[in-house]
C-alpha cells in the first residue's frame, strides 16, 4: 500500500516533538485499511494494542492474546502505515524474562514489522527492558493501569491516587526510563501526577486517561469511532458521531484537538 509523502516518524522525531511542545498523536489500528487512514490524517505512531483481544476477537480482557495474534496483525497494520512510527504490544506474559521477550520482540519485529515494542509494568519489567534495549530494540513502557493484570486488579481504576501510590509510579517512571526505554505510556493516572512525570521525563510521555499534559495522547481507535461494544472508559470520545466528513473527518478532528492540546477536556481526565 501507499502511504502519505510525509518523512517517516522516528524516536528522533518524537524526541524532538517533546523538545519543541509539539503533541504526539498516538491511535491504535489492527489492519492495514484503518492504519492507511491514520496515516492520511497525520496521526503520527500506530499502536497494534492487545485491546484487539476485546475489540476485535470479542474477548472479555486483553489476557487471551498471544503472539501469534499480535505477529498477525502487526504486519497487517505495517503494510498500511506509511510514514507512521508502528509500535506492537508485547502480549500477556510474552516478556516474562528477558529470552523469552527478545525472542517474541524479535517476531514482531521481523514478521510483524514493528518499529517499538511496548510492554506493561515497572520495577518489575526493567531487566527486560534492559535487555531489549541492550540490543537495539527501541521500547515504550507501560505504567499506571496495566490491564494485562486484571485478574490480580479486579477491576480497572485510576492508579497513582494517595501519595505513597503516587511516589511508587514517579519512581517506576524513572527507572522504566534509565532502564532504556524510549517512551513512557501512562494510563488512567491522575492529571497532575501525568503532568508532574511528564515535566520531569527524559522520554516523551503518552498519556490514555492521564489528562492533557503528557507529551502525547492514544486512544483506542474503535472508542474514537464509538463502535466499541458495551460502556467504554471515562477518557474515551467518539468523534464520529454527529460530524462531516465519515471517519477521515473524525480523525483528523481528533489529530487536530490532540495537537491544539484541547483533547483530553478535564470530562476526560481525572483527579
Ligand atoms: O492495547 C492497547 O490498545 C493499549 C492502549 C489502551 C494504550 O495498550
Same mark, same amino acid.
Given at each position: ?214 507529551? &502525547? ?8 469511532? &464509538? ?45
Amino acid at each position: 500500500m501507499t502511504g502519505t509523502t510525509r518523512p517517516p516518524v522516528t524516536l528522533a522525531t518524537l524526541r524532538r516533538m517533546k523538545r519543541e511542545g509539539e503533541r504526539i498523536a498516538m491511535l491504535t489500528a489492527y489492519d492495514a485499511s484503518f492504519a492507511a487512514r491514520l496515516d492520511a490524517a497525520g496521526v503520527d505512531v500506530v499502536l497494534v494494542g492487545d485491546s484487539l483481544g476485546m475489540v476485535v476477537q470479542g474477548q472479555a480482557t486483553t489476557v487471551p492474546v498471544t503472539v501469534d495474534h499480535m505477529v498477525y496483525h502487526t504486519a497487517c497494520v505495517s503494510r498500511g502505515a506509511g510514514a507512521m512510527l508502528v509500535m506492537a504490544d508485547m502480549p500477556f506474559l510474552s516478556f516474562r524474562d528477558p529470552a523469552h521477550a527478545l525472542d517474541n520482540a524479535a517476531r514482531l519485529m521481523q514478521e510483524g514489522g514493528a518499529h517499538m515494542v511496548k510492554l506493561e509494568g515497572g520495577r518489575d519489567v526493567l531487566p527486560v527492558i534492559e535487555a531489549l534495549a541492550g540490543n537495539g530494540i527501541p521500547v515504550c513502557g507501560h505504567i499506571g493501569l496495566q490491564p494485562q493484570s486484571i485478574h490480580k486488579l479486579g477491576a480497572y481504576r485510576v492508579q497513582g491516587r494517595g501519595p505513597e501510590a503516587a511516589e511508587a509510579l514517579r519512581e517506576a517512571a524513572r527507572a522504566v526510563a534509565a532502564a532504556g526505554a524510549d517512551l513512557l505510556l501512562m494510563e488512567c493516572v491522575p492529571a497532575a501526577l501525568a503532568a508532574e512525570i511528564t515535566a520531569q521525563a527524559a522520554v516523551p510521555t503518552i498519556g490514555i486517561g492521564a489528562g492533557p499534559g503528557c507529551d &502525547g495522547q492514544v486512544l483506542v481507535l474503535y472508542d474514537l469511532l &464509538g463502535i466499541t461494544p458495551g460502556p467504554v472508559p471515562r477518557f474515551a470520545a467518539d468523534f464520529l458521531t454527529g460530524r462531516d466528513g465519515g471517519i477521515a473527518g473524525a480523525l483528523q478532528a481528533w489529530v487536530e484537538a490532540v495537537k491544539a492540546g484541547t483533547f483530553p477536556g478535564p470530562e476526560h481526565a481525572f483527579q
